[in-house]
């Protein structure tokens, strides 16, 4: 399946891309006047055994005397279902960061459904009842 990857751009120009690491990565990036464009980044993963969850928050600095023009775009694992401030494409967000003038959130929310569990606990019921009625009925024969 998909995984996690981040790409920021400025423009047509790339400024960093990742898939491991992704808030270490992420912090460290700065404008060109050497500010740290992200105050904060936020990748957590939630796996159950039915059922997935995956969120990205962002949020930038405030930053003064700066050009505005940077897109964050994120992969996710699992369909994405909402997002603040976001462009979902697919498995896709893109955050458009226009506005350093004052900190700003940017937040979405992926999950995804654990097909293969669900049908391993099928398949095992499915044995486990076939092996019931093959005894019950070979102690009757």
Avoid: W
């Avoid at 460290?28 to 740290?36: A, C, F, I, L």
């Avoid at 050009?67 to 976001?86: C, F, H, S, W």
């Avoid at 226009?98 to 398949?123: C, G, K, L």
């Amino acid at each position: 399946g998909t995984e996690y990857a981040a790409t920021l751009t400025k423009g047509s120009k790339v400024i960093t891309e990742c898939n491991e690491n992704i808030e270490d990565t992420l912090m460290k990036v700065t404008t060109e006047q050497g500010d740290s464009i992200f105050k904060s980044v936020a990748v957590d993963e939630s796996k159950g055994l039915f059922y997935n969850s995956y969120s990205v928050k962002v949020v930038t600095n405030a930053i003064q005397n700066t050009e505005d023009g940077y897109v964050l775009r994120v992969n996710m694992p699992g369909a994405i279902g909402q997002t603040k401030d976001g462009v979902v494409n697919n498995n896709e967000v893109n955050f458009e960061l226009n506005d350093f003038t004052a900190e700003h959130e940017f937040v979405a929310y992926a999950d995804s459904n654990n097909y293969t569990a669900i049908i391993v606990i099928i398949v095992i019921l499915v044995a486990v009842l076939g092996a019931f009625f093959y005894f019950t009925k070979r102690k009757d024969g």
